[in-house]
């Protein structure tokens, strides 16, 4: 099954200020998902994200606050913009296999 | 649309008890699958299980055993004689169609504590 590397691992960030998540995955994906983590609670879809196409966002997420960048098959960037303590979560990426879904290792946000 | 509940919020075993985490779900297409994932302390997802609408046939994995039922709607995993290591919490989840490129919708999650 397909191995992602996301980063960075973790960061705290002053509020107003925007953050970039990688993930490089080591073989070609159709589709990246990205998820939210709230503290204590499940996992939450932001957008999905296609090559060479807008991503898709879920109700409640918008383009502007979370901004998606997938140039090839195998990479994808995902910006939380203007930082809120709110936005204090675990971000994961996730890719489709052919025996289910593999997810990077996450992104622990905190927002002060 | 789709949805998925663990109507156990947390659950307190302890060592060598078995004990069963409840999924229940909800969709109107035929065909989907159902997953199981473990989220221990370090915060990794750790794929557990899939499973199609087609197959209810049970499976067993070492002490790991997943129950599908589609006349109730339920996918329970049960495991026999816990152990410490299994503290975590485990996440039910759908997605639909036959292939990756579905969202996977999860359950709100059970936190598992097995003490010693």
């Known amino acids: 099954s397909a191995v992602i590397s996301q980063k960075p691992s973790r960061d705290i960030c002053q509020r107003g200020t925007s953050l970039t998540i990688q993930c490089q995955v080591d073989s070609q994906v159709t589709m990246m998902f990205w998820y939210r983590q709230q503290p204590g609670q499940s996992l939450t879809l932001i957008a999905t994200?296609?090559?060479?196409?807008?991503?898709?966002?879920e109700s409640g997420f918008v383009i502007d606050k979370f901004p998606i960048s997938r140039p090839n098959l195998t990479f994808s960037t995902l910006t939380v913009s203007n930082m809120s303590p709110e936005d204090s979560s675990i971000y994961l990426c996730?890719?489709?296999?052919?025996?289910?879904?593999?997810f990077g290792s996450g992104t622990r946000l905190t927002v002060v | 649309a789709q949805k998925v509940t663990q109507a156990q919020t947390e659950i307190s075993v302890v060592e060598k008890e078995d004990v069963t985490l409840d999924c229940v779900y909800e969709t109107r297409d035929t065909t989907y699958y159902l997953f199981w994932y473990k989220q221990p302390p370090s915060g990794e997802l750790v794929f557990l299980i899939r499973r199609n609408s087609f197959d209810e046939q049970n499976e067993i994995s070492g002490r790991y055993s997943w129950n599908f039922q589609k006349s109730t709607s339920s996918f329970n995993f049960t495991i026999t004689a816990s152990q410490v290591v299994d503290s975590a919490v485990y996440f039910c989840?759908?997605?639909?169609?036959?292939?990756?490129?579905?969202?996977?919708?999860f359950g709100k999650g059970t936190l598992l504590t097995v003490n010693p």
């Open positions: 996730s890719v489709g296999t052919g025996v289910g879904y593999t």
């Open positions: 989840a759908l997605t639909l169609g036959g292939g990756s490129n579905y969202k996977l919708t």
């Open positions: 994200a296609n090559q060479g196409s807008e991503a898709t966002y």
